[in-house]
């Protein structure tokens, strides 16, 4: 049972674009919402995360918006670049529970110049 | 800053062999967890350790087990590979239960392949 889904499995965007990804969830416990950013050859990095308590958290060029009840939230990249070029996982936890990363499959994103 | 380390980038190990894979983090984390990375299927969870000599099974935990003896470490144990289990695996701290930052620490990964 995959209690979080992820879209698209691979995104190709221009330099300057806004790339986009997806995110949606089962299990109303879920408190702690998480994005994971991975380049080739190293583990991942938490990009920036996100608690029910609001809906949009912005840090740079990176938002994360959450709706709570279609049980949805979404990574939005502004003005993407080929830097940006990476694996992107969403997950997300119970944070008053067991606290394990539950990920999505993930997201290949490719930023051309 | 945190580190998490594996003891290995690349290991090559045959079928039928028991196969050890090592971690370590350094920053007095209680949790500690295992996953399992496949193209399309992404992470997925073998075991979780939230305290010395604790262990909890993950998704998929068949074939594998675990050792944590001392805060620091945490060994996943293949106990018969088999070519199935080629993979990445990557190791992950983070601080635990009580702590309001529960940002999930990962080491650089081990890719395994079993012939």
């Known amino acids: 049972q995959q209690q979080v889904k992820q879209s698209p499995q691979s995104l190709i965007v221009q330099k300057g674009g806004i790339s986009i990804i997806n995110c949606a969830y089962e299990n109303t416990a879920f408190d702690y919402f998480p994005w994971y950013q991975q380049f080739p050859g190293k583990g991942p990095a938490l990009l920036i995360a996100i608690r029910p308590d609001v809906s949009e958290k912005k840090e740079g060029r990176f938002t994360i918006s959450f709706n709570k009840s279609a049980k949805q939230f979404s990574l939005h990249i502004m003005d993407s670049q080929p830097g940006d070029s990476a694996t992107y996982f969403c997950a997300a936890s119970n944070e008053g529970g067991s606290e394990k990363l539950v990920f999505g499959k993930g997201t290949k994103l490719t930023v051309n110049p | 800053d945190v580190k998490v380390t594996q003891s290995s980038r690349y290991l090559v190990k045959r079928t039928g062999e028991k196969v050890f894979l090592e971690c370590v983090q350094d920053?007095?984390?209680?949790?500690m967890f295992w996953y399992r990375q496949d193209p399309g299927l992404g992470l997925r969870l073998i075991y979780f350790?939230?305290?010395?000599?604790?262990?909890e099974k993950g998704d998929i935990p068949e074939g594998y087990s675990v050792s944590r003896e001392k805060k620091e470490r945490f060994s996943l144990i293949l106990e018969s590979a088999s070519t199935n289990q080629t993979s990445m695996y990557l190791c992950?701290?983070?601080?635990?239960?009580?702590?309001?930052?529960?940002?999930?620490?990962f080491g650089q990964g081990t890719r395994l392949t079993v012939v």
């Open positions: 350790s939230y305290d010395v000599k604790m262990k």
């Open positions: 992950a701290s983070s601080l635990g239960s009580g702590h309001t930052n529960t940002e999930a620490f």
């Open positions: 920053m007095d984390h209680e949790n």
